[in-house]
């Protein structure tokens, strides 16, 4: 067992300092690898900081139903038990007419407003709070709502609320199609990486086996090599998203002021970093896996 | 022990390198290989060490029936078993000394007792002064030995050698076999091939003889 890890070792030490020798090479290829993660670990970031954010603040979207002008007591009442009856309103309050003016006029400090105007010219409404907050049954609910006798038209509150969550689930999705699309870039890229490396040792390759040597021990070396150049990247790339949080929350912060909010962008935290490094891990040496398997299955055949 | 009970070699294309061959070379003899160019001695070395398959018959080497090895198993096989190439195989890009350690690095020997042992076989073949050239820049008798000195570093129970003293003029071929003779002296079975047998009389040991795949007698 000792022998076995020391072996292990040895590999390990051996294909690190074969990385440190060339290091123009090797840092080209840690760049384009690093690039490659850092670009989904970025917008990861950017989404889950914003998602958190938003999150904090804490808005519930509200329908509010505005009655035509005409509508009489029975009307409201109509409204009021489809309301109380309805699966998709989580709770509702009615805004009397007479009440609403006085709020408003409150809220201005311009006393006897109406008094100028002829009668009063709020409508009678209800603020509703739907149940769900899916996108689909806030639209259902809004048209299904406006369908009733004697409403004027159903206005949606903090719609932009709305949007912005469908923009972060949008900015996942992306994420998501990003990861996958530059993981199997970081597969290939490391597959042609080994691939060359094995090309240009082929005579020792073919040599050892010769003299004895198993498939893991050609394999070994490789597949060390792509573990260090699959967690350089991934720790290049967090450096990477890290300095542009860095740079970009200044920013962020001044434009988040205006609105009088606070928003930072995150870094990674510690399960996230060694997610990072165990997925980068995996990706690399399935990739260094793919070449130095086919080379072994080529060399079988002669 | 080396066995061929009924061994056949066939190549891809159908031309039959040996044809049921069967004999055994017992723990710790030296045994010569004759025949011309084309006899079957090559194919009949790497029988034995696992780098050709029998096609059909039973090659048992150390107790083990390399016809029904699998093919992963293979390896460990000649890790016991060390091999002079005919074309020597060595690895141009690295150092003498670089060259012997590969047989200890691929057992996984330990690298502090690896080196000694390299030193000990450079030494052996004469060499150890050479331990920091390459190899490209050894003399044809220098590379026999080298390749030598890799073959046994790893202190193989079988040591084969294919042509060991082709292209060696008589001087430096006595020089080989004699260090051939002081590993089977030591208990090593040591099986050596040569198309030219004038150097095998000399040491009155056992010399199977081929032709055309078979025994010529
Ligand atoms: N890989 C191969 N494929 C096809 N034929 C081969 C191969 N290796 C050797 N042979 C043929 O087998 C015969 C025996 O070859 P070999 O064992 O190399 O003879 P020797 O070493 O005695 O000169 C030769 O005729 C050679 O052409
Ligand atoms: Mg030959």
Not at chain 2, 154 to 172: C, F, G, K, Q, T
Request: charged letters at 20%; glycine letters at 6%.
């Amino acid at each position: 067992m000792k022998h076995y890890l020391t072996l292990h070792w040895q590999s390990a030490t051996r294909a690190l300092m074969h990385i440190l020798r060339q290091p123009l090479a090797s840092l080209l290829n840690l760049l384009m690898l690093s690039l490659a993660l850092a670009l989904p670990l970025s917008l990861y970031l950017a989404v889950q900081s914003i998602e958190d954010w938003s999150g904090k603040l804490n808005v519930t979207p509200e329908l509010t139903i505005f009655m035509e002008m005409n509508s009489e007591p029975a009307d409201l009442a109509a409204v009021e038990s489809t309301l109380k009856n309805h699966p998709k309103v989580g709770g509702f309050a009615f805004i009397d007419k007479d009440h609403a003016l006085e709020a408003l006029e409150a809220r201005n400090g311009i006393a006897g407003m109406s008094e100028g105007l002829d009668g009063n010219p709020l409508p009678d409404a209800f603020v509703v709070k739907p149940a769900s907050l899916q996108t689909q049954d806030l639209d259902l609910l809004q048209k299904e709502l406006s369908g009733l006798p004697m409403v004027e038209n159903v206005q949606f509150d903090a719609a932009w609320a709305q949007r912005l969550s469908q923009l972060l689930k949008l900015g996942e999705q992306l994420t998501l199609f990003l990861g996958i699309a530059f993981a199997v870039a970081l597969v290939l890229v490391t597959h042609n990486t080994i691939r060359m490396q094995i090309l240009a040792r082929r005579d020792e390759i073919n040599i050892s086996k010769l003299i004895g040597a198993s498939d893991s021990f050609i394999r070994r070396p490789f597949l060390y090599h792509a573990l260090w150049q699959g967690l350089l990247s991934a720790l290049l790339a967090w450096g990477m998203a890290s300095y542009l949080i860095h740079v970009a929350n200044p920013v962020l912060a001044e434009l988040a002021r205006l609105y009088n909010e606070q928003l930072a962008l995150r870094s990674l935290n510690a399960g996230e970093l060694g997610l990072l490094l165990l997925i980068a891990a995996f990706l690399s040496i399935s990739g260094a896996r793919l070449a130095t398997d086919h080379h072994l299955r080529q060399a079988q055949a002669h | 022990m080396i066995q061929f009970d009924q061994v056949s070699k066939r190549y891809p294309g159908g031309f039959d390198a040996l044809k049921n061959l069967s004999f055994s070379i017992e723990n710790g003899e030296m045994v010569f290989l004759a025949g011309p160019s084309g006899a079957g001695k090559s194919t009949l070395l790497k029988l034995v060490s696992g780098i050709e398959r029998a096609t059909s018959g039973n090659v048992i080497v150390n107790r083990q029936n390399l016809s029904q090895l699998r093919a992963s198993q293979l390896p460990y096989v000649r890790q016991h078993i060390g091999i002079v190439f005919q074309d020597h195989k060595l690895l141009y890009d690295r150092s003498v000394f670089d060259n012997v350690m590969l047989p200890l690095d691929i057992i996984g020997f330990d690298r502090r007792d690896a080196a000694r042992r390299v030193r000990a076989a450079l030494d052996k073949v004469g060499l150890l002064n050479k331990e920091k050239s390459m190899p490209i820049g050894l003399s044809g008798g220098e590379q026999q030995r080298l390749c030598i000195a890799r073959a046994v570093v790893h202190r193989p129970s079988i040591l084969l050698a294919d042509e060991p003293s082709a292209n060696l003029d008589r001087a430096y071929a006595l020089d080989i076999m004699e260090l051939f003779k002081s590993f089977h002296q030591v208990g090593v079975t040591v099986l050596i091939s040569a198309h030219d047998e004038t150097l095998m009389e000399d040491y009155g040991r056992r010399i199977i003889r081929l032709r055309e795949g078979q025994f010529a007698s």
